[in-house]
């Protein structure tokens, strides 16, 4: 029997492989030419570049809200850490933020972030450090008023040792927990980024205090071999 040419399947009809391939560069360790490769490559990447989407992160705040719902129109969002803005994009058009929906209420969406952040039409951006002491108090001055939403993607800076990064992102998750206590309304949600990792245990524990609902959720925008996941907090007991 013959073989089938390489680049066809059994019936003969041509077959290409569309993956971009990234050559070692001078100067370029090998896992940053892995990391480009998988970027190109990555379908939620195309999808966020082709959509306008400043990140593919985006798709993971859609996925989470088309699960739960709190993203609605007239909501008063707080988005923390929120460079580059893709959640705010989210979040801007589902609660209708720049009314362009007649006879939907109108949503206010807040981002703030240690670094400048480019605008985004419909969202009110700010550079703040929220774990700063009177943060809470700021950020409900610049809401006027208590957030329907707090929400969070944040994740601290990689060290290399997954333990350590772990701890540090669940540092980040708490401390953005305890700010939702001070800014939710009554019946608010919390959704912040969490690691798979055994810390999470205590915040859980505090979280199901404050909310009628805890769930931890790995949305299928999430990349498989992430141990990233998001818990989602609803009915704010207030």
């Not at 089938?4 to 077959?15: E, F």
């Not at 969490?194 to 505090?206: P, R, Y």
């Amino acid at each position: 029997m013959a073989k089938t040419p390489k680049g066809r399947n059994s019936s003969g009809r041509g077959q290409r492989d569309l993956r971009v391939r990234v050559k070692t560069a001078r100067g370029r360790k090998l896992s940053s030419t892995l990391w480009l490769e998988r970027q190109l490559n990555d379908p939620y990447v195309k999808r966020a570049q082709a959509e306008g989407y400043r990140g593919r992160a985006a798709f993971k705040i859609m996925e989470l809200d088309d699960k739960f719902r709190f993203l609605v129109p007239g909501a008063r969002v707080v988005d923390l850490g929120c460079a580059p803005g893709g959640w705010c994009q989210v979040a801007v058009a589902r609660t209708n933020a720049l009314g362009e929906r007649q006879g939907k209420a109108v949503g206010r969406i807040l981002g703030v972030d240690l670094q400048e952040v480019d605008p985004i039409a419909g969202a009110e951006i700010h550079v703040l450090d929220f774990m700063a002491d009177g943060a809470d108090d700021q950020v409900k001055s610049w809401l006027g008023g208590k957030a329907d939403v707090v929400m969070s993607d944040m994740a601290a800076s990689a060290s290399g040792h997954k333990q350590t990064d772990h701890l540090r992102i669940m540092a980040l998750c708490e401390a953005a927990a305890y700010l939702a206590f001070d800014v939710l309304d009554e019946n608010g949600t919390f959704v912040a980024k969490v690691l798979a990792g055994g810390a999470e245990g205590e915040l859980q524990k505090l979280l199901k205090q404050k909310f009628t609902r805890v769930a931890h959720v790995k949305p299928p925008a999430s990349r498989s071999d992430s141990s990233e996941k998001y818990v989602v907090a609803t009915g704010f007991r207030g």
